[in-house]
C-alpha cells in the first residue's frame, strides 16, 4: 500500500473553487459597465465560482509520502511518474494533431 499524505491543493490554494473558466478571458470595461450592480457584487463574491478538478472541492490532496516509502516504493512512484509523463505527451502531441486537422477542414 502506497503511504500517502493530504496537502493543500494547487490549484484552488485550498478554497475548493476556482474562477469559472467561462470568464478566464474576463470582462471588457465597457462590459463591466453594461452590468447591474448585483451582477457585479456577485461576480466579485464568487458566486460564479465552480468546484476545482484537481481536489473535487475538498481543497486538499493525497500526494506520495516519500519520506515513509522504502526504497522499493520510491522506485515504483519514479516508474509510475515517468509513465505519466509519457503519456501526457502523447496526449498532448494527439491533440496538436487533431487541432490541426481541424484547422485545414479535414
Known amino acids: 500500500m502506497k503511504k500517502l499524505k493530504w496537502v493543500i ?3 484552488c490554494e485550498g478554497n475548493g473553487k476556482v474562477e469559472n473558466p467561462a470568464f478566464s478571458n474576463g470582462f ?3 462590459e463591466w459597465h453594461d452590468m447591474h450592480d448585483d451582477e457585479q ?5 464568487g458566486d460564479y465560482d465552480v468546484e476545482c478538478q484537481d481536489c473535487k472541492g475538498l481543497g ?5 509520502n516519500v519520506a515513509a516509502m522504502t526504497f522499493a516504493e520510491k522506485r515504483l512512484l519514479v516508474v509510475e511518474r515517468r509513465e505519466s509523463r509519457e503519456e501526457a ?11 490541426a486537422e481541424r484547422h485545414f477542414g479535414c
Open 28 to 30: 471588457t470595461s465597457s
Open 89 to 99: 505527451r502523447l496526449d498532448a502531441e494527439i491533440d496538436a494533431e487533431l487541432a
Open 41 to 45: 457584487a456577485s461576480y466579485m463574491a
Open 9 to 11: 491543493c494547487d490549484c
Open 60 to 64: 486538499r490532496v493525497q500526494v506520495p
